[in-house]
Structure formats: C-alpha cells, structure tokens
C-alpha cells in the first residue's frame, strides 16, 4: 500500500501533455472512421499516418508548424513513392534504401529536418511494405488524407506546444558517419528481408533506421 501512494505521489509530481495526447488521439480519426466503416485495408495506412504525424514534437509557433506540415507532406511522401516503386526489384531496392537513410542521416544534423528525420525512415519503408502498384497508389493518397487532416489538427487548435530540445552541435563528419551506419545498417536488414522471404519487407529496415 506504501509503494501505491508513494506512486500516486510520483505521479502527481509528472507533468502530463494532455493537449498533445488530445492531438495525437484527433490525428488518429481518419482510422477509428476507416474501422466503423469497415474498411479494413485502408486501417494500417490511415493509422501509421495518423501515428507518425501525432507523434512529432508540436513547435510552438504556428509558422514552424505549417512548414512541419509542408515537409512532411511532399518530402515524407517522396521517400513514400521512392520506397514503393523500389521494392519490385530486388537489388535497386537495397541500392536506394542505402542512399535514402544515408541521406536521413545528412538532415538529421539540421533544426527541424532532424526531428522530422526518423519519420522519413519509416514512411519511405512504409512504401517497401506495398505489394503492388495499386496498393501503393490507393496507400499514397491514404497518406495524404491523414497527413492532410493532422496538420488541420495541428494548425486550427491553439495547442500549447513545446519549446525546442537543445541540440549539441556538432561536426559534419559526425553526421555523415551516422549517415553511413544508418544506410549500412538499414540497406544490410532489407537484404536479410529479401533473403528469407519477408512478407512485409519495410520493417527491418525501418527497426533498423
């Protein structure tokens, strides 16, 4: 009973973010409306969209807000349709995701392209994930409209927000050299994928990013 009220007291003491908690539940309505309506393929998409976008440290300006939202709408789903035309050949496949994550590394050294980095190693291995060309059409636009709807959320409430994390700056060099573990790494898991016959070939490497 002691430890229980010393836990309760503990989290008294926590900060909560209910306002992004709030946010991060609203993001994820276009998949609780995909699920009433039975539309069960569109489910994983609207929900990793929904997830990703939720998930991003909200800035406390609306100004760096809209250019997150700008950023991850037309480059995040660049990686998406890079990573969705790839995967059909085998080895272009582990040659773009070696280039695409070494890249990530290179942006994660920057502001604002560094907190968006992680997520742009998921979506570009979200579009590896897609077993045909239709799916990754039907999946692209399901990208869109959740993307699209998260920065609604994120831009019409007055959400509180959160300052800035200090950043150690440090040498290009440092973030070429996590460039090339990054590409390694990622690029080594797609290739174990392929190997032993994955049906979803995204998730290595994303694990691995």
Same mark, same amino acid.
């Given at each position: 009973m002691e430890k229980i009220t010393e836990g309760i007291t503990h989290l008294k003491d926590v900060e909560l973010s209910w306002g992004e908690a709030t946010r991060a539940f609203l993001?994820?309505?276009?998949? #609780?409306?995909?699920? %009433?309506?039975?539309?069960?393929?569109?489910?994983? &998409?609207?929900? =990793?969209?929904?997830?990703?976008?939720?998930? %991003?440290?909200?800035?406390?300006?609306?100004?760096?807000?809209?250019l997150v939202a700008s950023l991850l709408i037309a480059v995040g789903l660049g990686f998406y349709l890079m990573g969705g035309n790839v995967v059909f050949n085998v080895l272009l496949s582990i040659v773009f995701t070696f280039f695409v994550a070494f890249n990530i590394g290179l942006l994660s050294g920057f502001n604002i392209m560094g907190m968006l980095a992680i997520h742009f190693i998921s979506i570009y291995t979200a579009g590896l994930n897609a077993s045909s060309p239709g799916k990754v059409h039907t999946n692209f636009l399901a990208f869109v409209l959740t993307f699209?709807?998260?920065? %609604?959320?994120? #831009?019409? %409430?007055?959400?509180?927000? =959160?300052?800035?994390?200090? &950043? &150690? =700056?440090?040498? &290009?060099?440092?973030?070429? #050299?996590?460039?090339i573990r990054m590409g390694v790494g990622t690029s080594i898991a797609l290739l174990v994928s392929n190997l032993f016959g994955f049906d979803k070939l995204g998730w290595a490497p994303s694990g691995a990013g």
């Open positions: 993001c994820m309505i276009p998949m #609780l409306i995909a699920a %009433i309506l039975g539309q069960s393929s569109l489910v994983p &998409t609207l929900g =990793q969209g929904g997830f990703f976008y939720g998930a %991003i440290p909200l800035p406390l300006a609306r100004g760096p807000r809209l699209g709807w998260g920065a %609604i959320v994120s #831009l019409a %409430i007055n959400w509180k927000g =959160q300052p800035p994390k200090e &950043t &150690t =700056q440090r040498k &290009t060099a440092d973030y070429f #050299l996590a460039g």
